[in-house]
C-alpha cells in the first residue's frame, strides 16, 4: 500500500496561531495563579479539546464565565452581544484567538451595514462563526447554506429584490463553488432592477482553497481516502464532501478507532491511500492514522 499526504493537510495559520496564544495564556495563567477558561471549544476537534480539559483549561459559556479568570475567545470568534457581557465582568483577562479572516468578515459587515447595505451571508447559520458574523450587522441580513439553496430559492429572490444595496460574504470554510453559484445567481436578480446596487467579497479562507484543492487532485490518483477532523467541524465536512465526490472510497475519521471492520479491510486491498486532514487537526493525529495504515500493510 502506497501512502501519500495531501499537501496543505492540517492546522491552519488561525488555529496554529489559537494554539500558540492559549499556550502563553496557560503559561501566564500558572505563574499569576488564575484559572484558564475557554469560551466556547477553541476549535472543533473534540480530541484536542478534551486533553486541554484534562490539563486544567475548561469549557464555559457566557453564562458561566468565572470571575477573576483568564478567557480564551475561540477561533470562531464570539458575538457582539457576548463581547458586551465580557466587558461587565470585573478581573477578567481576555486572550482573543479569533481568526483573522473571522475578524475581517466582521469588520466588512459592520462597515457595510452601516453604509445601508442588506448583508447577504453564504453559511451555516447555527455555526459559531456565523452567529458571531450577524451580530456585527445593523441591518437586514438572510443567511443561506448550499443545502437550501432550492428551498429558499423564493426567498433569497425576495430579500435582493427587497433592497437597493446587497452585499454578500461566506463563511470563511466554504466551498467556493457554492459560493460563486450564489453571487451569479444574486446579480442575476439584481440586473433586473435598475439603481440596484450589488457587492460581494472575497472571504473564503485562502488556506481552505488550498487545502480543498490538493486534497480533490489526491483524491483522483489513489484508491481510497482517508479524511481526519472533528464531526462537527465545518471545514473538515466540507473537505470530505470534496474528497467523497472524486472517490467512492473515502473515509471520514477522528481517530484509528473510528474505522469499522468493513473500512479496515477495504483499505487492506487498496493499493494506495491518500491521506488530508481540517484545519483543525494537529500534525499527531496525521501521524497517528498514517500509523496506522502503514500497519495494515504488514
Known amino acids: 500500500m502506497k501512502i501519500t499526504v495531501a499537501d496543505n493537510s492540517g492546522v491552519c495559520f488561525g488555529v496554529r496561531r489559537a494554539f500558540s496564544l492559549l499556550e502563553e495564556a496557560v503559561t501566564n495563567a500558572k505563574r499569576n495563579g488564575i484559572k484558564v477558561v475557554m469560551l466556547g471549544p477553541l ?49 477578567l483577562t481576555l486572550v482573543d484567538t479569533t481568526c483573522p479572516y473571522v475578524q475581517r468578515i466582521h469588520q466588512l459587515v459592520e462597515k457595510r451595514s452601516a453604509e445601508g447595505f442588506a448583508v447577504l451571508i453564504m453559511g451555516d447559520r447555527e455555526h459559531s462563526e456565523v452567529k458571531g458574523i450577524t451580530s456585527m450587522i445593523s441591518g437586514d441580513f438572510f443567511v443561506i447554506h448550499p443545502n437550501e439553496f432550492d428551498s429558499k430559492n423564493d426567498e433569497l429572490s425576495d430579500f435582493i429584490k427587497n433592497h437597493d444595496k446587497i452585499f454578500a460574504v461566506a463563511q470563511t470554510t466554504s466551498r ?81 478507532e473510528d474505522f469499522s471492520a468493513s473500512d479496515t479491510e477495504k483499505l487492506k486491498n487498496s493499493e494506495s491511500v491518500g491521506i488530508t486532514a481540517g484545519a483543525s487537526t494537529p500534525d499527531e493525529q496525521i501521524a497517528e492514522i498514517k500509523s496506522f495504515l502503514e500497519s495494515l500493510n504488514g
Open 43 to 91: 476549535i472543533h476537534n473534540p480530541r484536542v479539546i478534551k486533553q486541554y480539559e484534562e490539563n486544567g483549561v475548561s469549557v464555559t459559556d457566557i453564562d458561566s464565565v468565572p470571575e477573576n479568570s483568564c478567557i480564551v475567545i475561540r477561533s470562531h470568534g464570539i458575538t457582539k452581544e457576548e463581547r458586551a457581557k465580557l466587558d461587565k465582568f470585573s478581573g
Open 176 to 256: 467556493p463553488a457554492n459560493y460563486e453559484y450564489l453571487l451569479k445567481k444574486a446579480r442575476k436578480i439584481t440586473a433586473e432592477f435598475q439603481g440596484h446596487r450589488f457587492l460581494a467579497a472575497e472571504t473564503i479562507c485562502t488556506a481552505t482553497l488550498k487545502r480543498q484543492d490538493s486534497a480533490g487532485e489526491l483524491a483522483k490518483k489513489v484508491s481510497s481516502m482517508v479524511v481526519i477532523g472533528g464531526k462537527i467541524s465545518s471545514n473538515t465536512a466540507k473537505l470530505f464532501q470534496v474528497v467523497s465526490e472524486k472517490n467512492k472510497n473515502s473515509f471520514w475519521v477522528e481517530s484509528p
